[in-house]
């Protein structure tokens, strides 16, 4: 899960307490818990979103969508807003 802080521990010949390893474990799974209240299953209701057109798949989908701003700008924009719903709050949280 993480590669760079296991390379770090076994480099170094570390091992983490038994403490911090239920800390980060915690975190984890209360973390797990909150990220569906700030970004909420989308269920099928937007498949149009990535299912409208066949080539996004050689594109990233927000990549994608941002250069069709200029053939479909309505759908471009809306489509870009389900894609990065956090982009207006990250500065506040």
Not at 6 to 30: A, M, P, S, Y
Not at 55 to 83: D, G, H
Request: contains cysteine.
């Amino acid at each position: 899960v993480f590669p760079n802080m296991h390379e770090f521990l076994t480099t170094n010949e570390l091992q983490l307490k038994d403490r911090v390893k239920g800390d980060i474990k915690q975190h984890l799974t209360e973390l797990g818990r909150q990220l569906p209240e700030y970004f909420p299953s989308m269920g099928n209701a937007n498949s149009w979103v990535r299912y409208l057109f066949t080539n996004f798949q050689q594109k990233q989908l927000a990549e994608f969508w941002v250069k069709m701003r200029a053939e479909f700008p309505e759908l471009s924009e809306r489509t870009v807003k389900i894609l990065v719903p956090f982009a207006t709050t990250y500065l506040c949280e």
